[in-house]
């Protein structure tokens, strides 16, 4: 055998040798009892998508100023509530997602490389982000913890307002008889006494007190003083008057406090539950956020309506072996798009377009593509889907 035969065999070796160490086999890791796994390997995940659903809920609460009856004849504001009253409504809704591992995508790459250090990267919860290649920081699944947090703004405490004197100072007159001889003389006598104010007299009090601070301030605004202020202390006096005038006004329209209360629910779309509409949560004008099995609540419904913008697939399917001869490779996911929707009674309260990963197809990259050497592939690993195909450099 001469020297040129050799070379020949041994090249001919040497990309079989080449060829078989960058070759891989992938399975799912459901069909793996039926197959003879003969090399080591690694797991990766496809994932699907969760939803994150925060709720936000604020409660009113009203509470009638001791002077509300007064109010449109001392300050002529009308229509002051009278009466205690709580009221929930929902404020806000958050819709989000994360990945998590679908259990039904796993898969094994079983390889013959010594070295497998740098054949995957992938996300703490074992979701595929890259082959060959790195594809900076993995990210990763954020589960969702269950909290409620509530926020308090701090009323005004009437009680502790500083008001007028409660007494007022009266004089009576009385009358003492005297007897002389020839008749009796009635002389008046006046006695001062301290008594209580009337509920109106306060009312009435505190009012003009209200009316003044008006008046001081708008003489203050327009100029009708006789010393006038520079900037800085007109500013610092009008603050006064009107942090005084917000002290005192309370007392006849009121006080509203807020009580905010938030709520995260997760929410898995399947094939199953799409285009019907689920339970998240029930909610009560009167009670705030409920548990989904208080009945005492109006059920709050989530919605997740597929778009179906993959189901094109399903037609290349039936004919794709007449098409293309493909042989096993690297499974990812096209994800599909969907429109989530929370819904109150038969109002919409939130909406949002997004992908679903679990909706979408699954698809091969044939084995002859990612076996050839220097070929990079990224993933979005929130989806599944593919990023990019490259060229090492």
């Known amino acids: ?6 070379f020949i065999y041994l090249s001919i070796i040497s990309i079989i040798f080449i060829s ?21 390997g690694l797991i990766y995940a496809l994932p699907k998508t969760v939803l994150r659903v925060e ?3 604020t409660q009113t609460e009203f509470k009638p100023g001791p002077y509300a ?5 001392y300050l002529g504001i009308s229509n002051v509530p009278k009466k205690d009253s709580i009221a929930w409504f929902i404020s806000d809704v958050q819709i989000s997602t994360y990945p998590e591992p679908d259990p039904n995508q796993y898969y094994y790459i079983e390889t013959n490389r010594f070295n497998q250090t740098d054949l995957l990267t992938l996300t703490e919860t074992g979701l595929i ?16 913890d269950l909290f409620l947090n509530q926020v308090f703004n701090q009323p005004i405490e009437l009680t502790q307002l500083p008001v007028m004197d409660a007494q007022t100072e009266r004089i009576d007159t009385t009358y003492r008889t005297i007897i002389t001889d020839t008749s009796f003389l009635r002389i008046p006598v006046l006695r001062k006494q301290q008594v209580n104010k009337s509920l109106e007299e306060k009312a009435e009090e505190i009012a003009n007190l209200i009316l003044e601070l ?8 327009i100029g009708d003083i006789n010393e006038f202020p520079d900037g800085k202390a007109l500013e610092i006096i009008i603050n006064e008057f009107e942090k005084m005038e917000k002290q005192y006004l309370p007392l006849f329209t009121g006080t509203r406090t807020e009580q905010v209360l938030s ?8 094939i199953n539950n799409q285009g019907s509409k689920n339970i998240l949560l029930r909610f009560s004008p009167h009670k705030g956020i409920l548990s989904n099995t208080d009945l005492s609540g109006n059920p709050v419904m ?5 778009r179906d913008f993959t189901r094109t697939f399903d037609d290349f399917k039936i004919h794709k072996d007449t098409l293309v001869e493909e042989s096993k490779g690297l499974v990812y996911r096209v994800p599909d798009e969907a429109i989530v929707r929370v819904v109150n009674g038969s109002k919409v309260i939130a909406t949002k377009k997004t992908s679903i990963a679990q909706y979408g197809k699954i698809n091969i990259l044939p084995k002859r593509l990612i076996s050839k050497k220097g070929i990079k592939i990224d993933f979005y690993p929130e989806t599944g889907g593919i990023k990019s195909i490259r060229k090492s450099e």
Do not use: Q, W
Not at 129 to 144: H, N, Q
Not at 263 to 270: S, W
Not at 302 to 306: A, D, G
């Open 302 to 306: 989530v919605e997740v309506i597929n």
């Open 69 to 73: 009856s007064y109010a449109s004849k």
């Open 1 to 6: 055998m001469n020297s040129k035969k050799i």
């Open 20 to 40: 078989s160490c960058s070759n891989y086999r992938i399975y799912n890791l459901k069909e793996a009892k039926d197959i003879e796994i003969e090399n080591h």
């Open 55 to 57: 709720v936000e809920a």
């Open 263 to 270: 709520a995260v629910y997760e929410f898995t779309p399947t």
């Open 214 to 221: 008006r008046e001081e301030k708008i003489a203050l605004l």
């Open 129 to 144: 982000v890259s082959l060959e290649g790195e594809a900076g920081k993995p990210a990763s699944g954020s589960k969702t």
